[in-house]
């Protein structure tokens, strides 16, 4: 049932595998029961959120706001070594996966069995099965990646992407529903409603896993295979940074716009400790954050299929400026006149809150559709692993963020220290945005 489709990309004519209905279906229905199980635990609202029930220390907020983020993108390159060149790459997705979802579980239990009652162990065990489970995904990641872009041409792999990722968002709008209400006064008590949450995430990851292993996977072509087996991973690396010029700046716009993240792991903090809204504010933002991603969702997907890839790199550096340039504009009109009304304060969140959301569901469809439409299949695994390393490298920034909020704290400047941090990610996301549009278009496919 599978064809083959030409597709130019540049000025070379490359052959792209579409899919059968079976991968189609596996690769959408992976990418919707995953994304929903994400939605129970978004970093910037539900794990800090946690985080700050249990300690009041800044660094050790941040240490967990960036964990999600950065145990999984900093093994990449590992993932990537390990990845690259294997003819078959379905075990390095499904034994990974197996060992690392159950981390959620484990949690889920911890919080039940011990109810919180040591606090900072709690933060480490928090942090520890978050580590767990991103450091095998990073692996299974990897692998998830190049098999997508063997079994589907550049556009299918876009439509698929966009259909998986709007269905995962309208259920994970009931995912934020069943989130807001378990985090109300009212709701399940604490630490019980934070272990729901997370029984939750893992049961979708569950049918997530259990989606993929339908697959059936295009193996790499014996040529690609001969030639990585032939060649050295740092020095093809080293090799494709310095010749391919659509790697090397793709990776920089990637550096600068990734930086909002320092500020995305400290906007409900902010909201919080600064303009005086309640833990019921968390539950409000969650919703704004899939509904944003769900119009992120829509958005990017109909660039990538109109467009190309390129279009939504573009679009998301855009949302990447916006949102802590707004978090400025708060910090800044704060600052003489004090905290602003609740529900003022509540609707500028909600929408930083919502492009948050939609920048969450930027990567696949932008960045890393650009790169895996201008990759050679024997470069793909290793161009994904550097691209989502880098990520890593820039998602180590909350705790610069968390360390310096927590130094001007102790001289009472707690608010001069987030309006300079905003402004601070607003000045590389505005220079990340500018570079974007001087990146160069691909023909689309």
Same mark, same amino acid.
């Given at each position: 049932?599978?064809?083959?489709?030409?597709?130019?990309?540049?000025?070379?004519?490359?052959?792209?595998?579409?899919?059968?209905?079976?991968?189609?279906?596996?690769?959408?229905?992976?990418?919707?029961?995953?994304?929903?199980?994400?939605?129970?635990?978004?970093?910037?609202?539900?794990?800090?959120?946690?985080?700050?029930?249990?300690?009041?220390?800044?660094?050790?907020?941040?240490?967990?706001? #960036?964990?999600?983020?950065?145990?999984?993108?900093?093994?990449?390159?590992?993932?990537?070594?390990?990845?690259?060149?294997?003819?078959?790459?379905?075990?390095?997705?499904?034994?990974?996966?197996?060992?690392?979802?159950?981390?959620?579980?484990?949690?889920?239990?911890?919080?039940?069995?011990?109810?919180?009652?040591?606090?900072?162990?709690?933060?480490?065990?928090?942090?520890?099965?978050?580590?767990?489970?991103?450091?095998?995904?990073?692996?299974?990641?990897?692998?998830?990646?190049?098999? #997508?872009?063997?079994?589907?041409?550049?556009?299918?792999?876009?439509?698929?992407?966009?259909?998986?990722?709007?269905?995962?968002?309208?259920?994970?709008?009931?995912?934020?529903?069943?989130?807001?209400?378990?985090?109300?006064?009212?709701?399940?008590?604490?630490?019980?409603?934070?272990?729901?949450?997370?029984?939750?995430?893992?049961?979708?990851?569950?049918?997530?896993?259990?989606?993929?292993?339908?697959?059936?996977?295009?193996?790499?072509?014996?040529?690609?295979?001969?030639?990585?087996?032939? @060649?050295?991973?740092?020095?093809?690396?080293?090799?494709?940074?310095?010749?391919?010029?659509?790697?090397?700046?793709? #990776?920089?716009?990637?550096?600068?716009?990734?930086?909002?993240?320092?500020?995305?792991?400290?906007?409900?903090?902010?909201?919080?400790?600064?303009?005086?809204?309640?833990?019921?504010?968390?539950?409000?933002?969650?919703?704004?954050?899939?509904?944003?991603?769900?119009?992120?969702?829509?958005?990017?997907?109909?660039?990538?299929?109109?467009?190309?890839?390129? @279009?939504?790199?573009?679009?998301?550096?855009?949302?990447?400026?916006?949102?802590?340039?707004?978090?400025?504009?708060?910090?800044?009109?704060?600052?003489?006149?004090?905290?602003?009304?609740?529900?003022?304060?509540?609707?500028?969140?909600?929408?930083?809150?919502?492009?948050?959301?939609?920048?969450?569901?930027?990567?696949?469809?932008?960045?890393?559709?650009?790169?895996?439409?201008?990759?050679?299949?024997?470069?793909?695994?290793?161009?994904?692993?550097?691209?989502?390393?880098?990520?890593?490298?820039?998602?180590?920034?909350?705790?610069?963020?968390? #360390?310096?909020?927590?130094?001007?704290?102790?001289?009472?400047?707690?608010?001069?220290?987030?309006?300079?941090?905003?402004?601070?990610?607003?000045?590389?996301?505005?220079?990340?945005?500018?570079?974007?549009?001087?990146?160069?278009?691909?023909?689309?496919?």
């Amino acid at each position: 049932m599978t064809t083959i489709a030409q597709s130019t990309i540049e000025d070379r004519q490359t052959l792209v595998p579409i899919d059968s209905y079976r991968n189609v279906l596996a690769f959408t229905g992976d990418i919707a029961a995953f994304m929903v199980g994400t939605y129970f635990i978004p970093a910037t609202t539900v794990l800090v959120g946690l985080a700050s029930q249990l300690t009041n220390d800044k660094t050790l907020i941040g240490v967990v706001g #960036m964990t999600w983020s950065v145990t999984w993108f900093l093994p990449q390159l590992v993932a990537a070594h390990i990845v690259r060149g294997k003819r078959w790459q379905k075990p390095y997705l499904i034994i990974p996966s197996l060992i690392g979802r159950n981390a959620l579980l484990l949690i889920a239990l911890w919080l039940l069995i011990t109810q919180a009652q040591a606090p900072i162990l709690t933060v480490w065990v928090l942090v520890g099965c978050l580590t767990l489970f991103n450091v095998c995904d990073a692996l299974a990641g990897v692998a998830w990646f190049d098999m #997508m872009s063997r079994a589907l041409s550049p556009r299918m792999r876009a439509r698929s992407v966009s259909v998986g990722q709007f269905i995962g968002g309208l259920f994970g709008i009931g995912a934020g529903l069943i989130v807001e209400r378990v985090l109300q006064p009212d709701g399940l008590p604490f630490p019980q409603n934070y272990a729901f949450i997370f029984g939750c995430t893992w049961l979708c990851m569950a049918i997530s896993l259990a989606i993929i292993s339908l697959l059936r996977e295009n193996p790499m072509a014996e040529t690609e295979h001969a030639h990585t087996q032939n @060649s050295n991973f740092i020095a093809s690396l080293k090799e494709a940074t310095r010749t391919d010029p659509v790697f090397r700046r793709i #990776m920089i716009v990637r550096l600068l716009t990734g930086i909002e993240l320092m500020a995305a792991s400290f906007y409900l903090v902010f909201a919080k400790d600064q303009l005086g809204l309640d833990d019921s504010a968390t539950g409000i933002f969650n919703i704004a954050l899939i509904i944003g991603g769900i119009g992120g969702i829509a958005l990017f997907g109909w660039l990538a299929d109109r467009f190309t890839a390129l @279009s939504v790199v573009r679009a998301a550096s855009l949302m990447q400026l916006a949102a802590p340039l707004l978090a400025l504009i708060y910090a800044l009109a704060t600052l003489p006149r004090g905290a602003p009304a609740r529900d003022l304060a509540i609707a500028g969140f909600i929408a930083i809150f919502a492009l948050r959301g939609a920048i969450e569901h930027s990567l696949v469809l932008g960045a890393l559709g650009y790169l895996l439409d201008s990759a050679p299949e024997r470069h793909r695994a290793m161009y994904v692993g550097a691209i989502n390393t880098l990520g890593g490298v820039v998602a180590l920034s909350p705790v610069v963020g968390g #360390m310096w909020i927590d130094a001007l704290a102790a001289r009472g400047q707690a608010l001069v220290g987030y309006a300079v941090m905003f402004g601070f990610v607003s000045l590389l996301a505005a220079c990340g945005a500018w570079l974007s549009f001087r990146l160069p278009p691909l023909k689309k496919g």
